[in-house]
């Protein structure tokens, strides 16, 4: 895993927004995995003002959400298709077409996540898949003790991630109780990761994750047996590190010498 530290939130997300773009400016018929959420939220804006300052072209670009609350129609506010509209899509010139949500109508969810991945795997699989870690250290809606070689299926989500989404939602009692998430087994498919989280709040899954067992306990610990992750983290969601020094040694201030070298 390359770990990269920034000293505050903002740096955090304004370069896991450069590393997209980047993606897009290098392969701009790129696949890629995308996550919603309040982390999300800074990143995508901190995107979109960099494709247009750059004049980047997402018109060859595919894309794949990683997850849909269940039962939530497509055009509902609290929807993730809307949030992307709202957050991303809306503000690109990406090809409304070539961007996925997992369906969250009234169809049986086996053949809907069925129908995702094969989509997916259509498309040539992910190139480059974006994601935020719960605060349990799941990835996508893959809640602990999921299968770690999952795929998308229907999921139900823990109080604590109800919780956490209830501000999308006027009630607590609205937030759905399942979802249909890409599996673990999915996201580790891809060909490159990058995982992005701030905020103390998110230190104890960001250890877990980085220097804890691989576990289902923990879902994002899942990506130390990929071979192409970046993490990118902000100094309260690195606190707990016990080999701070060393990733801070590596990569002093979250820099790599050769990121705009490839
Ligand atoms: C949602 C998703 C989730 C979030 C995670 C963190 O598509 O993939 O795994 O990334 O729940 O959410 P925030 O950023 O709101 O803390």
């Not at 039962?71 to 690109?92: C, E, K, Q």
């Not at 250290?137 to 770690?148: D, Q, R, V, Y």
Request: proline content about 4%; glycine content about 6%.
């Amino acid at each position: 895993m390359k770990v990269l530290i920034f000293e505050t939130e903002e740096e955090a997300k304004r370069n896991a927004a450069s590393r997209l773009l980047r993606q897009v400016q290098l392969s701009p018929s790129s696949v890629l995995g995308l996550a919603t959420g309040g982390t999300m939220e800074a990143v995508y804006a901190h995107l979109i003002q960099m494709s247009l300052d750059q004049s980047v072209s997402w018109s060859g670009v595919a894309t794949f959400n990683l997850d849909e609350y269940w039962g939530v129609p497509a055009d509902s506010p609290a929807s993730y298709r809307t949030y992307m509209n709202a957050h991303l899509f809306d503000h690109i010139d990406i090809v409304r077409s070539a961007t996925h949500v997992p369906a969250s109508d009234g169809r049986d969810p086996r053949d809907a996540a069925q129908l995702y991945e094969d989509a997916i795997s259509a498309a040539g699989g992910i190139d480059l898949q974006l994601l935020g870690i719960g605060k349990n250290g799941h990835i996508g809606f893959n809640e602990p003790t999921s299968s770690l070689s999952s795929t998308t299926r229907i999921k139900t989500l823990t109080d604590d991630t109800r919780r956490a989404n209830r501000r999308y939602f006027d009630r607590l009692e609205d937030v759905p109780k399942y979802a249909l998430t890409v599996g673990i087994g999915t996201i580790l498919a891809s060909k490159e990761c990058l995982i992005v989280g701030t905020g103390q709040d998110k230190a104890a899954a960001v250890k877990a994750m980085i220097e804890g067992p691989v576990s289902a306990v923990c879902p994002a610990s899942a990506l130390q047996m990929h071979r192409n992750v970046t993490v990118v983290i902000d100094e309260q969601a690195a606190r707990d590190l016990e080999l701070i020094d060393y990733y801070q040694h590596v990569h002093p201030a979250g820099q790599e010498a050769d990121l705009f070298d490839v």
